[in-house]
């Protein structure tokens, strides 16, 4: 009786030292929510301090520019498309012992409404100042207010074009039916630095950029599109979209043409003859017929031209390709190209055409002097036998190349040279086999394995 309760005390206290932990797993789960809200607190209050006190700086110096003279409205040395003042590009203050960063930058907008260049007496219509306030710290983050300055009177604009003078840079982005590509990334850079001048993306696909007079580097650009630059006599001998010129007081009027990007998926067969077998390993170079210029031995530089390899299966994926019009031609040694058909199954003729936003499928036929086709089947049920291991090799030409059949129970070996090689096949299941098999012209060999019980 005296151990039974001794065992019940014990199990007692077992019980009970479980439940002292459960407890304090418990407790812990719930300070720590506790302590997490209480840190997101500080964060949201943090924050919140920090940006109340940056709107107010914003607010204070987009007000010191609106009380500005038209003509001081602007940044010191500043070049355009901004707009030069007696303004801080840059400078700092400390709030509650918080230092916050302003940036202001004045940029001069080019309005079309009344009209540009022979229309307009200045094309430099009115200025968009925006202040960034920034803070670091614990809890960082920036506040951005943007503001429209316009002149009193035709005076004030005209004397802002006599101490900046420049020329327009009016750049169009169309798509591939000539309709105007909405919000395109057009870049303007210095050619000789590298340096980006200005940027916009113009809800209408259209931007007139006021400049300074010289050269230009311009991108044009959008996710999911494809894009278009110009080219500097350094990149190609003769560009067919050289950089621009912008003169002083003129118009200098360019345009591009992006549009939604296409696919390609291409695979490499033999001829419909041997049953369109797969053939591995196969390089070919994909050219469109768009030009951007020509070498210095005037020969066309094309915009697309790339190498490219089938995989294993024989075919390969190609992605981000623009609208145009592509020609293969194959690289492989011993490989000859004597058919395109597209979709497969249907011949047609090179170059083919690529729409955009679009999915092509493309099948290469390909011919070599010399190939072997082997198939393996079951020798009791002559079903194909999938996946199975081919080797084909001769010592003397250093050849050796395994491979594994498809579906069908077939793989091809192309190209070969007119020789004896010996030939192993084997499958999960089945025996193996050796022998040997004199390659000429366009050969087949079929190969029976035995099932292994």
Request: proline share 5%; hydrophobic share 35%.
């Amino acid at each position: 009786m005296q151990i039974a309760n001794c065992k019940l005390q014990n199990l007692k206290m077992g019980f009970t030292f479980i439940e002292v932990l459960v407890g304090t797993a418990l407790m812990l789960i719930v300070f720590s929510g506790i302590l997490g809200a209480y840190q997101l607190g500080l964060k949201v209050v943090g924050l919140s301090k920090n940006k109340i006190t940056a709107t107010a700086i914003a607010n204070g110096e987009i007000e010191k520019i609106r009380n500005l003279p038209y003509l001081s409205v602007g940044t010191k040395g500043a070049t355009l498309p901004f707009a030069q003042g007696i303004l801080d590009s840059v400078t700092t203050t400390i709030r509650n012992d918080v230092e916050y960063k302003i940036e202001t930058q004045v940029k001069y907008i080019v309005d079309p409404a009344d009209g540009t260049g022979a229309q307009d007496s200045c094309n430099w219509d009115y200025k968009r100042a925006e202040v960034k306030v920034s803070w670091t710290g614990r809890f960082l983050g920036e506040v951005k207010l943007v503001t429209d300055i316009a002149p009193k009177n035709k005076i004030e604009e005209i004397q802002t074009c006599q101490a900046q003078p420049g020329g327009i840079l009016s750049v169009s982005v169309f798509d591939a039916y000539g309709i105007m590509v909405p919000s395109p990334l057009i870049e303007v850079f210095d050619p000789q630095t590298g340096q980006i001048i200005d940027s916009a993306t113009p809800a209408k696909g259209k931007y007139d950029f006021p400049l300074t007079a010289s050269i230009y580097k311009v991108v044009v650009s959008k996710t999911g599109y494809s894009s278009e630059r110009t080219y500097g006599t350094d990149e190609i001998t003769t560009p067919e979209k050289p950089h621009p010129i912008v003169l002083e007081g003129q118009i200098t009027e360019i345009s591009f043409s992006i549009d939604q990007l296409s696919s390609m998926t291409v695979e490499a067969r033999g001829t419909k003859g041997a049953g369109y077998p797969v053939i591995h390993n196969v390089t070919f170079k994909l050219t469109g017929t768009k030009i951007i210029g020509t070498d210095v031995n005037e020969n066309s530089v094309f915009k697309y031209s790339q190498d490219h390899t089938t995989d294993g299966p024989g075919q390969i994926a190609i992605s981000d390709l623009e609208w145009d019009s592509y020609s293969f031609s194959v690289l492989t040694p011993g490989l000859d190209l004597v058919g395109v058909e597209s979709p497969p199954g249907t011949e047609t003729t090179q170059p083919i055409g690529l729409a955009p936003n679009a999915g092509l499928n493309v099948r290469l036929i390909v011919k070599a002097e010399n190939s072997l086709l082997v198939t393996v089947q079951n020798i009791a049920t002559g079903e194909p036998v999938f996946s199975a291991s081919v080797r084909l090799s001769n010592t003397d030409l250093g050849y050796d190349t395994t491979q594994y059949t498809d579906e069908d129970g077939k793989t091809y070996f192309i190209p070969l040279t007119a020789a004896t090689y010996n030939l192993e096949a084997q499958a999960q299941g089945y025996s193996s086999l050796l022998t040997q098999v004199s390659v000429s012209g366009d050969m087949t060999k079929l190969v029976e394995l035995e099932q292994v019980e």
